[in-house]
C-alpha cells in the first residue's frame, strides 16, 4: 500500500516542479515531468482495483502525518483506501492520464504549456486528497483545492474576458455551495465531536430520530446535517439552483472540459454522498430533496442540450443531466448504481468531450456545429470515437446480451427509482425516462449535425478569416469567439447545399497524441458496463462496507416488469428516430417547430432564464449596493470625513495660521497683549 503514496503526490511533485520550472526547463521537459506522472499513478491504481475487485485487498488507512491537535478536536493526515477510493483512483488518474497526453497536441501551439500542465497535475493531486480523505478536513481541503484548480483552468486564457468572467463564475457559484458544506461539517462535528468519517459512520445509525433547534424550530438532526452537506454537493457538482457556472466552465481549454467537468471534478458531490451513505440513510427528509433534485437537474439540463448549437455546451448540459441521473439514484438508495454510472460516465463522457475537442481542432475551432456536416470521411477515426460514445450515453444494447457503459448503469438506476416505490422514485423514474428520450435525441442531432449532410465550412466567418489570413492552426480558443448571442436562436441549420471544397479549407485529423486517447476511452465506452456491472449493482463483498449496501433494494430491482427494463431501450429509439427525422429525413422540421412554438424554444433556448433571473436577483443588486459603499460610504463620507477631511482642516488651518505669521513685531506684541488681557479677564471674572 505505500505505493499509495507516490499514486497521490507524484502529480504535485510533478505539479511543482513544472510550475516553479516554467519556461526555464521548457515545454517538453514539463510536460514530459506531468504526463509521466499521471501515467505512473494511473498504472499503480488499476492493480489497487483490481486487487478490490478480486477481494485480495482489504479496507486500509494509511498515516501521512500529525495534524491538529486542539482541545477535543484531533485529526491525522491519513490516506483512506477502500473500495470506492479504488473506483475513484482509477477514474481520476486513467482520465487524467490520458487528457495530459491529448494535450501535448491540443495545447501544442500554446506559449504557456508549463503553466497549463502544472495545474492539471495540481487538480488532479486536489482530487486524490478529496477522494482519499480519513476525515471531514481533510476531504475540505481537497474539495476547495478542486475548486482552486477549476478556477485557475476555466480562466487560463486570462486575456479572454469571457474566460475570466466564466472563472469568476464557477469561484463564486461554488461559494455558495461550499458554505453549505462548510455548515455541515462544522454541525456534524458539533454532534458527533469528531471529524473523522469512519467513526461518523459508526454512530450514524445511533442518532436516526434525534432531533435539534434550529432557526426556532425542533427538527431531525440527521436531516439538517444531509441537507446542508448536500447543498455543497449541489455546487459542486452543478445540480439546479447552482448549475449555472458549468456551462460557462467551457471557456476553458477543451481537454479542461473533459477532465474536470465532465469525469472529476464534477462528481465529487457523488463521492461524498454515497462516502457518507450510511449517515444520509438516517435522513430520509434529505434523501427525498436528493431524489427530487436529482431528477429535476436531470430533466431541465437535457432539455437545454436539445436547442444548444455550440457542441461543448451541448455535451456540458449532457455532463449536468448525467449527473442527475447518480444523484437520485443515490438519492433512492441505490448507492452503487450511482458509482457504477460515475464509472461508467467518466469514460464515454471523456470521450465525447475530447471528440469534440478533435473535430474543433480539424475545423479551425468553429465550435457551432451549423457549421459542420459531412466529417465522417474527413475525419474518420474521430467520427468512430465519438460514435462508440454516442452509443455508450444513449444507452444502446441489447437486454441479456450485450450493451455499451451506459446500457448498464442507466437502466439500473431507473430500474432502482421504479423499485423504491415511493413518489419521489416515481418521479425520478418518469423524470429519467424522459431525460433518456432527449438525451438520445441531443446526442444523434450532434452526431447528425456533426458526420453526416452536406459540408457547410463556407458559411463559417471563423473559418473563412482563417483560410484568408493564411493559417490552418489557431491559438486554440484563445482567441474571442462568436457567442451563442451572436446566432440568432431561430436560425437552423445553414442551407444544406454542397460547399465542399469552395471553403479553401479542408478538415484534417488530429495527431496521434489526441488519437490515442480517444481509442482508449473508446474501449472504456464500449466494454465498461458489460464489464463490470455485476461487481458494482450485485457486489455486496466488492464493497465490503464503503457505501451502504440495501440488500432488499436490489432485489426489487431485479424484480421490476420486463416494461420497465426496456424503457431506457425503447425511449433511445424514439430519439434516434427523432433525431434523424429532423436533421437528415426532413430537416426543415426544426426550423418549422420554432416557428409553431417560439416562445417554448426561446424559453428552453435561452435556459429556462436562470441567468437572467439570477441576474436581477442577486447580481445587479450586488453591484447597486457595491456602487451605494463605494459612493456614499468610501467617497462620501469615509474619505470626506476621514483623509479628505482631516486634509481639508489641515490645509485651511494652515492657511489661516500663515496669515498671522507676518514677521513684524509689532504684530507679535498686539497678539500677546491680547491675549494677556483675555487671560486677566477671564481670571477676574
Known amino acids: 500500500m505505500n505505493s499509495i503514496l507516490i499514486i497521490v503526490f507524484g502529480p504535485l511533485l510533478a ?95 500554446d506559449p504557456d504549456q508549463p503553466r497549463f500542465f502544472a495545474y492539471l497535475s495540481l487538480f488532479t493531486f486536489a482530487m486524490l486528497m478529496l477522494v482519499t480523505a480519513d476525515n471531514l478536513v481533510q476531504m475540505f481541503f481537497g474539495w476547495e483545492g478542486v475548486g482552486l484548480a477549476s478556477y485557475l483552468l476555466i ?60 432557526v426556532g424550530m425542533r427538527l431531525y438532526t440527521m436531516d439538517i446535517l444531509c441537507i446542508l452537506l448536500f447543498i455543497g454537493a449541489m455546487g459542486k457538482s452543478a445540480q439546479l439552483g447552482l448549475h ?14 473533459a477532465l474536470i467537468h465532465a469525469a472529476t471534478m464534477v462528481t465529487a458531490g457523488v463521492f461524498m454522498l454515497c462516502r457518507l451513505s450510511p449517515m444520509f440513510e438516517t435522513a430520509p427528509t434529505a434523501l427525498t430533496i436528493v431524489t427530487i433534485v436529482g431528477a429535476a437537474t436531470c430533466f431541465f439540463a437535457a432539455t437545454i442540450g436539445t436547442t444548444q ?173 462568436q457567442e451563442d448571442a451572436g446566432h440568432d436562436a431561430h436560425h437552423d441549420v445553414p442551407s444544406p447545399e454542397d460547399h465542399e471544397g469552395t471553403a479553401g479549407y479542408h478538415p ?11 481509442a482508449i476511452l473508446s474501449l472504456g465506452a464500449i466494454f465498461s458496463g458489460f464489464v463490470f456491472h455485476t461487481q458494482f449493482i450485485d457486489g455486496e463483498a466488492f464493497w465490503n462496507g464503503a457505501i451502504f449496501y440495501n440488500e432488499d433494494l436490489i432485489h426489487a430491482m431485479h424484480g421490476v416488469p420486463l416494461w420497465v427494463k426496456l424503457t431506457a431501450t425503447v425511449v433511445m429509439l424514439i430519439g434516434l428516430a427523432g433525431a434523424y427525422v429532423a436533421y437528415i429525413a426532413k430537416p426543415d422540421i426544426p426550423a418549422k417547430f420554432v416557428a409553431t412554438f417560439g416562445a417554448l424554444h426561446n424559453f428552453v433556448y435561452r435556459k429556462w432564464y436562470f441567468d437572467e433571473l439570477y441576474d436581477a436577483i442577486f447580481v445587479k443588486p450586488a453591484f447597486a449596493l457595491g456602487r451605494a459603499f463605494w459612493k456614499l460610504g468610501d ?44 487671560a486677566v479677564t477671564y481670571v477676574l471674572l
Open 309 to 481: 448549437w455550440d457542441i461543448k455546451r451541448v455535451i456540458a448540459y449532457s455532463t449536468c443531466s448525467q449527473l442527475g441521473y447518480m444523484f437520485f439514484a443515490a438519492g433512492v438508495g441505490a448507492y452503487g448504481a450511482a458509482m457504477f454510472h460515475l464509472f461508467t460516465h467518466a469514460f464515454f463522457k471523456a470521450l465525447l468531450f475530447l471528440g469534440a475537442g478533435s473535430v474543433i481542432h480539424a475545423m479551425h475551432h468553429e465550435q457551432d456545429m451549423r457549421y459542420y456536416g459531412g466529417l465522417r470521411k474527413k475525419i474518420p477515426v474521430t467520427f468512430w470515437a465519438m460514435m462508440a460514445g454516442t452509443l455508450a450515453i444513449t444507452g444502446v444494447g441489447i437486454l441479456g446480451a450485450f450493451g455499451f457503459a451506459g446500457f448498464y448503469s442507466k437502466d439500473a438506476i431507473l430500474e432502482a427509482a421504479f423499485a423504491r416505490h415511493n413518489g419521489a422514485g416515481q418521479f425520478a423514474f418518469w423524470a429519467g425516462a424522459v431525460a433518456a428520450l432527449l438525451t438520445s435525441f441531443y446526442s444523434w442531432r450532434l452526431m447528425f449535425l456533426t458526420f453526416w449532410g452536406k459540408p457547410r465550412w463556407a458559411q463559417s466567418e471563423h473559418i473563412q478569416h482563417a483560410v484568408h489570413d493564411g493559417h490552418h492552426d489557431s491559438d486554440h480558443d484563445n482567441a474571442p469567439r
Open 508 to 518: 484534417h485529423e488530429s495527431p496521434v497524441s489526441m488519437l490515442l486517447p480517444l
Open 155 to 214: 480562466g487560463f486564457w486570462f486575456r479572454k474576458p469571457s474566460a475570466g468572467a466564466a472563472a469568476i463564475k464557477a469561484f463564486v457559484v461554488n461559494r455558495v455551495g461550499d458554505l453549505g458544506f462548510m455548515l455541515g461539517i462544522f454541525g456534524t462535528y458539533l454532534v458527533f465531536q469528531t471529524t473523522s468519517i469512519p467513526a461518523i459512520l459508526d454512530m450514524a445509525p445511533a442518532m436516526s430520530g434525534a432531533t435539534i433547534t434550529f
Open 244 to 257: 449555472t457556472w458549468l456551462p460557462d466552465a467551457m471557456e476553458g481549454p477543451t481537454p479542461v472540459s
Open 635 to 678: 467617497i462620501g463620507t469615509i474619505d470626506r470625513f476621514g483623509p479628505n477631511g482631516i486634509a481639508w482642516v489641515v490645509d485651511r488651518s494652515a492657511t489661516a495660521a500663515k496669515s498671522i505669521q507676518s514677521g513684524y513685531v509689532y504684530t507679535y506684541a498686539l497678539i500677546m497683549l491680547l491675549g494677556l488681557v483675555a
Open 15 to 109: 505539479a511543482l516542479v513544472a510550475g516553479l520550472g516554467n519556461r526555464m526547463i521548457g515545454n517538453v521537459a514539463a510536460k514530459s515531468v506531468t504526463t509521466g506522472a499521471l501515467f505512473l499513478s494511473a498504472g499503480l491504481s488499476w492493480p489497487i482495483f483490481l486487487g478490490f475487485l478480486g477481494g485480495s485487498e482489504t479496507a486500509t488507512v494509511l498515516p501521512v502525518l500529525k495534524w491538529v491537535e486542539s482541545g477535543t478536536l484531533s485529526f491525522d493526515w491519513s490516506l483512506r483506501v477502500d473500495t470506492l477510493t479504488a473506483i475513484m483512483l482509477v477514474v481520476i488518474n486513467s482520465v487524467s492520464a490520458l487528457v495530459h497526453l491529448y494535450s501535448w497536441g491540443y495545447m501544442e501551439e
